[in-house]
């Protein structure tokens, strides 16, 4: 097998206590999509039109190209590159027809050092596999549902072409050229045994594979979850310790199909600002500043939004990024380096 088994992860991290207040956040993420074309079923897109239309936070469409423009033209504020632009959010990111155009954009600005998005892959075809291959995306994650057309019916009530779908696969990470390819399957896909049939069918058409873990990401939004389903781990596999101080505003910014602004990886909760209204530096040296105050004073017990939030636990996190211990004295530097 040619593909490595390994988290689409970078684990060679920064101590955020030595580095923090960041000048440009490490991460960007931006949503180009809330509109998915499955509906698994521990997904926010598994509620019923009705609960999703009912949450302020779902705008059921597509980011425009004026907000792309803002975003890349607000890019250029920032003092140093992003290291990385993560495209991914509530919908799939294929949906967008100007998918490759935006890529394109985003890396023309000059301040993305690598850009990777996630995808079901059920979009692809030969055509946008190429499209997507000559843009300026670095990275796919293609996630999977099952190894089997009965599985995708299963999981994400939709019926595929499930050969033609490997097909595509296998013909991107042929043609991949620069492009990393990686490919993760969640473990409620996979039927007992079925670990070893996924390294054989998809080894040889990734650069990388995993099986991670399934998280409740949307328990908060009525998704209900089995109880095999638990935030006992990220979505990397990577164990969680309970901890206060959430690190991701920290160093993460994430604009969304509206504009708004969030500071992680909680898609539904704290809007910090809107880009149309204010400059993403202005919200990031602001809002999101006060926001990472309120969390070294821990202070998230009483904020809404960080009350009772599971995203800080399955979202990315490393004991180079805990803060609990060091709170007090990183406070200090967040109050007189203003
Ligand atoms: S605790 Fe949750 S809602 Fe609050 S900043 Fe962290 S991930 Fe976002």
Known sequence: MAAKVQPNVDSNRQWLRDVVPLATPYTFVMQVSHICNIRCRYCFHSLSPEKKKANPHFHNSLVSMETVECVCEQLGDFPCSFKSCRICGMGEPLCHPQFEQICDMLKATGKIEYLSFFSNGLLLTRERSEKLISSGADRI??????LNAESYRKICGADIDFPNFVGEIKYLYENRGNMGVHIKIADVALAPGEDT???????????????????????????????EISAKSSQYGIESDMFEVCPQPFYMTDVTVTGDVIP?????????????????????????????????????????????CVSKYVGIHWKEEHLDDCAAGVLKRYEVNN
């Open 141 to 146: 994650m293609i996630s999977l549902q099952g």
């Open 197 to 227: 049939k996924f390294y054989d069918m998809f080894g040889e058409m990734c650069d990388d594979m995993f099986i991670g873990p399934t998280v409740p990401m949307f328990s908060k939004e009525g998704v209900q979850y089995t109880d």
């Open 264 to 308: 992680c990886c909680d898609y539904f909760n704290p809007v910090l600002g809107n880009i149309h209204e204010k400059r993403l530096i202005d919200i990031w040296n602001g809002e999101q500043r006060e926001l990472c105050k309120q969390l070294l004073r821990f202070e998230a017990s009483s904020l809404p939004y960080c009350k009772n």
